[in-house]
């Protein structure tokens, strides 16, 4: 049966508490005074109780909004053999109901399950200090000495959510929280949360080349699973009919051959089929071999590993974030007409900055087709074995039979570096040059995570910085060369990334504004990295009018403190620009209607032009390698060598302007 909770605000539920719940159930803005033994945590739809303050496990379905929010909490580890235990361990489940259900000023709404995992970590060690120390933990609280003494014992980590509760504990009165706050506490944690809080790095860009490894990394291993899909299906079904099919040796299990009768389930007693027997009948050496199987489980670890590729290609080619396409639903594409071509809305919901699900959608091209396809075709694997969630795009592997586990929470999607079972990517010498062009401010020599040798540690939320500044100034890493690069950017996700786009009638800013505002920083931070590269720190002559401007400047920079620091700053304020062209560099500050449309032939004499002789001679010879595909005598032919011709001119009138 299908369950949700309904502890949770009358107006945001779908299932508003009933009258007589409101002196039993937890709820959002609740009074605290009344929490004890006998308090109802959670019900399921038809009102029946799922568990109680005085449970050892809580169960908090309806606020899991993706595959990966697990809404079990074991208070049962919270026991030690302490003669203050039973009332430190109901203090920690009464401060949990708090900071959970207290009024958040900034959503309106209960925290979520990931930021309560943290609390009942912060709360175990709680427990576990005040065991050590023979304390009640009241006193923790209530004396400052004691709660300075237990805030340098936990670790660093847990320093934000104690922040957090000593905050929500100081805005309510003693009677709600049950327990007096030293007055000295709440000012030493907001200094403490001063001296911890460092201007955030952001997520690294990363480098091109590993980039287009990793996509076909990705890539090959969804290739690998489109393959042998139908093989690796006939495996799996084998052991589910079969719990012995593919075992070294006789397993225990409560489960029973299917169709089987007592002879024949004996018989696999005694002499099960072994692994690799059974990989060679069903033609899978392959994979074994490739990707290290040695037992029947690792089939169902390669399925996790085929979820992990998908996923991060869905974030490549949507700049969605981790828990937005983890929470994906099967049928999520929705094909739209824009105004440019057909393109496809990938279909969601977010709950970044509003605490509970929001639908979304994000624009993305028909690349995406193949990770989801991949991810539909192992949904339809591993649903039937599936409790709940089957709706899911995403479904762990751990709920197939053949994994053997026994867990509440084997359908929840764990958090494992999958990325540790691809070939790594050692960081070159090349690859720490591109890092210091993308992000000159940054010391990246000095940082241990990025030495040359170590191999590259990627992350979700890099796909995602990475295309953001990739497509927010083409001069990183060219559009045309990125495009080349992964052969997915087609000429729709290019228009949507440097203009926007329009479905529907609909401006997908009004859709998605927070990814707009995302674009539209990474694409400031570009230009100043772009100018600072392309122009006060290039070693090459500069041509044109803007060029010969910037090669004086440069000449004469002892005005400027800071070059780097003062061209960024002018980016900031619109009094900078700058984008690749054919002929070097562009710095108009408002868009050209002759370069939207190949027209060069104004460059020349143009007060903006930033011309690099390399670059032209690069442009002419793309041109020719393109004519040479041509056919000779064709009309395309002759028009593409007049454009050659053309551009030679070109070239060499900014030359001869110096």
């Known amino acids: 049966m299908k369950q949700k909770q309904l502890g949770i605000h009358a107006e945001s539920s779908a299932h508003p508490l009933k009258p007589e719940f409101l002196s039993t159930d ?8 009344r929490i004890g033994p006998g308090t109802v945590i959670s019900r399921s739809t038809d009102g029946t109780p799922l568990c109680f303050f005085e449970d050892q496990e809580w169960y908090l379905p309806a606020f899991a909004y993706n595959v990966k929010d697990n809404p079990y909490f074991k208070f049962l580890p919270f026991y030690l053999v302490s003669e203050h235990h039973p009332q430190n361990v109901e203090l920690c489940k009464k401060l949990f109901i708090i900071k959970m259900f207290s009024i958040n000023q900034k959503s309106g709404k209960p925290l979520r399950l990931a930021s309560m995992h943290s609390v009942h970590s912060l709360l175990s060690h709680l ?3 005040c065991d050590k120390n023979k304390l009640d933990a009241l006193e923790v609280f209530g004396t400052f000495d004691t709660f300075k003494k237990f805030q340098k014992n936990i670790p660093t980590c847990l320093n934000r959510p104690l922040v957090a509760l000593i905050r929500t504990l ?7 929280r049950g327990l007096l706050l030293d007055g000295g506490i709440f000012p030493y944690m907001q200094k403490k949360s001063r001296e911890s ?13 590993i980039l287009y490894i990793k996509y076909h990394q990705y890539n090959g291993c969804i290739s690998d699973f489109f393959a042998y899909h139908d093989k690796i299906i006939s495996f799996l079904q084998a052991a589910v009919d079969n719990p012995y099919y593919g075992r070294n040796k006789a397993i225990h299990s409560s489960k029973k051959p299917k169709n089987s009768s007592p002879e024949q389930l004996i018989s696999h007693l005694q002499q099960p089929i072994n692994f690799k027997t059974a990989i060679r009948a069903h ?6 071999t490739k990707y290290n199987w040695h037992m029947a489980s690792s089939v169902t670890a390669f399925l996790a590993l085929v979820q992990h590729c998908a996923k991060n290609l869905i974030h490549l080619f949507t700049l969605m974030r981790d828990h937005e396409v983890s929470g994906l639903r099967t049928g999520c594409l929705e094909p739209v007409k824009g105004w440019n071509n057909e393109a496809l809305y990938v279909v969601g ?25 991949a991810l539909e075709k192992i949904n339809s694997i591993l649903s039937p074995h599936a409790k709940t969630g089957s709706d899911y795009l995403f479904i762990s592997p751990a709920a197939h039979p053949i994994c053997n586990v026994s867990s509440k929470s084997k359908s929840i999607i764990q958090k494992v570096n999958l990325e540790e079972k691809l070939p790594p990517v050692p960081i070159t010498e090349e690859d720490i040059q591109e890092l210091e062009t993308i992000d000159p401010y940054r010391n990246w020599r000095d940082d241990k995570r990025y030495q040359i040798g170590k191999p590259w540690r990627i992350t979700s939320h890099q796909f995602r910085r990475s295309i953001a500044v990739f497509a927010g100034q083409s001069g990183l890493i060219s559009l045309p060369a990125l495009k080349r690069l992964l052969g997915h950017l087609t000429k729709v996700m290019s228009i949507y990334y440097m203009q926007g786009c329009s479905a529907k009638n609909y401006k997908f800013y009004l859709i998605n504004p927070e990814l707009v505002k995302e674009l539209r920083k990474a694409k400031q931070e570009a230009d100043g990295a772009m ?7 290039s070693t090459e002559r500069l041509l044109g009018a803007r060029g010969r401007q910037v090669m004086e400047e440069r000449q004469n920079v002892i005005w400027l403190h800071d070059p780097e620091s003062y061209i960024r700053e002018q980016v900031k304020r619109g009094l900078i620009a700058v984008k690749d062209t054919p002929v070097g560099s562009c710095a108009s500050l408002e868009p050209c209607d002759k370069r939207a449309h190949g027209d060069f032939s104004t460059c020349p004499g143009c007060k903006h032009v930033i011309g690099k002789e390399s670059v032209m001679n690069e442009t002419i010879a793309v041109m020719r390698f393109d004519l040479a595909q041509l056919d000779v005598g064709s009309v395309e032919y002759r028009a593409e060598k007049q454009n050659l011709d053309d551009f030679i001119a070109l070239r060499d009138r900014i030359i001869a302007k110096g």
């Open 197 to 209: 809080r460092k201007e955030p790095q952001q997520f690294p860009v990363i480098p091109s080349r």
């Open 349 to 373: 919901i977010t709950t970044k900055m509003h605490s509970s699900p929001k639908p979304t959608k994000w624009i993305t091209t028909e690349a995406i087709l193949k990770p989801i396809e």
């Open 170 to 176: 100081n805005n309510i009165n003693s009677s709600e």
């Open 127 to 129: 427990c576990t200090y």
């Open 531 to 537: 100018f600072i590269r392309e122009a006060l720190n």
């Open 26 to 33: 937890i709820y959002y803005g609740m009074s605290f005074a």
């Open 283 to 288: 033609g899978l050496e392959k994979l074994l």
